[in-house]
């Protein structure tokens, strides 16, 4: 357990070795940042989204909330997300769950929780849109682990309903979106391929926000 005047220590000790190994390293990152990974996490505390990713400060623009969602009433995330499309001109927009997810393993019982169930809703509402796939697995550690990957599908295909992430890509190529998976038993970091353009497409037809002519072809 780190005690809180032991983060000050650590603090001095990450500024010194940051200085030894680039001088500059400072001068740099107050600059300015220009990111080009753009990451939406779970809260967890075992899940940090610079730490699993090997990346440095300046390297990844993150927001996290419990259970990873994408919600488009949450005007935190869809700043983050837009701030990060129209201003810093990420290439990759990544939405990362983990295995073990209490906010996913929350919204699959089914008690109130007052305050947190309109947050949990969402993935209820995940649930109720795959309950097909997922009441077949009758093992309930592997369908809860399934339920944590079509969430982080749900919430991939809620940024590319934003007209923002359509209209960038359309233009440009990218941001492109990835749905990963960190396994805490493991440390590995599973990316889901989903089929990101594909995704894109069959949305379109409900979701579409731009009349760019690609979606026609
Ligand atoms: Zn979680």
Redesign the pocket.
């Known amino acids: 357990m780190t005690s809180y005047d032991q983060i000050f220590e650590n603090n001095k000790k990450w500024m010194a070795e940051r200085k030894a190994s680039d001088p500059a390293f400072f001068d740099k990152i107050a600059r300015e940042q220009n990111p080009d990974y753009l990451y939406i996490g779970?809260?967890?505390s075992r899940?940090t989204a610079e730490e699993i990713m090997g990346v440095n400060p300046g390297e990844v623009f993150v927001h996290r909330n419990?259970?990873?969602l994408v919600n488009a009433t949450d005007l935190n995330v869809m700043t983050v997300l837009n701030y990060g499309i129209r201003s810093l001109d990420v290439k990759h927009i990544i939405v990362c769950?983990?295995y073990?997810?209490?906010?996913?393993k929350a919204a699959m019982q089914p008690v109130d929780m007052g305050i947190l169930n309109p947050w949990f809703r969402n993935i209820r509402d995940v649930y109720r849109m795959h309950r097909n796939e997922l009441n077949a697995i009758n093992d309930e550690q592997l369908r809860y682990n399934r339920l944590v990957e079509l969430n982080v599908q749900e919430q991939c295909i809620n940024v590319l309903k934003l007209a923002s992430l359509q209209k960038a890509y359309i233009k440009t190529g990218y941001p492109e979106v990835h749905g990963w998976v960190f396994d805490l038993h493991t440390g590995e970091l599973i990316d889901l391929k989903l089929d990101f353009p594909k995704l894109l497409k069959d949305i379109m037809e409900i979701y579409r926000l731009t009349d760019d002519e690609i979606w026609n072809s």
């Open positions: 779970c809260s967890d899940v419990v259970a990873n769950g983990h073990n997810c209490g906010g996913v």
